[in-house]
């Protein structure tokens, strides 16, 4: 039986994530790894998770276990929106508001309930694969977006909306991380931020802003207002989760946008997993409740700003010469861009793992467009502190003989 | 903004389920309700699974709430296969098994996969709705096929197999649950299910076998081969669950099937929800390595089993009358056909819920083609024993006042 024949078109297109692929190169033992994007797993409050977990045992029982409704845990959706408002300032109503299973469903059903084959759908270059890659299983048309230090080029963005309208693409969605970005750890300015909501609601473009590192932020660097803060009433769907704050793998995140188009997202998630576990949201509606959040938030903030020390200081003192770097001022990730644009940082990753026993992430896969071989994300959250500034001198080194 | 404008067009055909419509009419407080669709949580083992909780945090600490991999936690892929392989005699390799986030993910990663707009998925008549809904999502047409105690007609089957090819509309998947169905506790012969199998192979149509039910099996019944035992080799999905048979919370299911079509729903899954909860999937984990499962399903079996015998005996009091039931011989639900088929239990469920304080699922949900008005589906996982022949007594009166 010829099994092939029977995929459908959408999954005629999927395909493995570049990055995903290279998992078990970067993470074998002994290697100094600044590849993995995950959230330190030591930021995560496992003792308090535990004291509320055995309290709702004891209150609830078995019902810890049992279904919940799609949309999510009302007193959970009450939680969030009430710290979202006065941590973000950003607000929404409850038929705005709805929790998913991650940041990636989210994404997923976004593309799921707006997405048709050939719309077009802007990313900033580099962006998140995650993101970009669920738009694309939807067979959408992926744009990449010039940007610099400061956000997208938003006169380029018009550009591409144009290019798209003439190609025949409907424009619909532009994708943006406005804060600490994964991949490139860049913080939009002010300017950007107001020029970028001015030409979606011009052009009648929906935005998604994924704020998924807003949270931290480090010492000095002002926090910018979010999109969907500068302009409530602008069309923004506006996602943020719990697990780089908290804990990635309960799988708790959340959107907020227009009604119309959050209640289609509930309807969706309704075939596509029914409701979140049950057990992770109570876990956090109890960490919430307990008034834990800000103390847990400055944890990890605290963690990620020590390494980033680290991390500046090996840069400054390995790279100056072979390329620049993101300033850091949040999130988990630096990024750099190599002098020499001839490199391409994809070959050299299985080099460097083998005879220098570092890894990082190649900076193609971040490109929608397939430029950025000459680049390359850092993390620093799953690196000891010893190992920072042996791992960038070793990896300077390998650079420099690659030019 | 013109937001419907934006909607997909998948997106436009997706509607709320009846069922989970009426969840606020059949909750209300004080009302016996033989509606709720959801195992008990009486059987969930609350304290089994704190102990191992407390363990893994002892031991994994932070990294109990880390992100895992896409296709499932190793160590329970393998205690999955082993289990199945022992229990259901289905055997699976490992690229042939794959982890999901609940069943309703299983099936919508299976419609995402397989189904184009147009294509024809035939379901029993009744259904299932969360599985023909996920399908129906994705724009396939549904056929519903005739079906008696014994299973699909598996003649009708040809029958409607034909109609599809005439209609333009591609024959892809039938989709069964041929053990102690939800909704009609219906079990299928020997027979049947080789015949299923058999018209599959010659039709090159794939086989969704949804087995949630199926070690939710009473005292006398005989276990049937699943399809998957019967025929290895022929093109089926296997899907079961953990949610009925430990803890429907915590979302794990698992999918057994042609290595091809498993590595493209784990690829669907990367952009669906990146992984499931890594806490759900170690504390099941946990169960399945203590030996814990083969005690826990004999409890949740004779806690079902004792339901259904009250069950059997208030029915034989009160309906011998109205209507003729499913011999109750596993899973969570009976089925009532009435002798009057004039009655339509939709308008009578509201009445019954305000007049009598009784609530149940009314048949039309269940069925593509619209039919099945004169049934309805009773559950008993979720009524007190000592409600059971009272909450019959008086569904009883009110039907037969329908009539």
Redesign the interface.
Known sequence: ????S??????QV????LI?RM?GLVNQPGVISFAAG?P????????R??EI??QL?AEQ??????????KGNAQLIEAVRARTERVQRVEASEPETMLV??S??G??LIG?????PG?AVFAETPSFP?GV??FR??RARLFGVACDDDGMDVDDLAQKVREARASGNRP?LIYVIPNFQNPSGRVWSLERRQALIELA?AE?L?IVEDDAYGEIFFEGAAELPRLKALDPTA?ILYMSTF?KIL?????VAWIMG?A??VQ?LI??K???????????QKLILGFLERGWMEAQVATARAFYQGKARLMQEGLSRHFEDIGRWTPPRGGLFLWVELFDKSIDTLPLLEISVAQDGVAFIPGKPFFVDGSGAHCLRLSYSNVTDDNIGLGLEKLSGRLRRAS
């Open positions: 039986m010829d099994l092939a029977f995929l459908s078109a959408d999954s999927m395909q493995p994530s995903r998992t995950s330190s797993a030591q930021t995560f409050p496992h003792e998770l535990t977990f055995d045992v029982k078995g019902m810890l276990f049992q279904y919940s409704v799609t299973s991650g990636q469903q994404l997923d799921r309930v707006l997405l048709d719309d995650g890659d669920a299983n939807y619909k609601v009648s929906l069309p697990s804990a990635a793998g309960l799988r227009p119309e188009i289609r309807l969706a309704e075939t596509a997993d029914l409701c979140t576990s049950t057990l992770s």
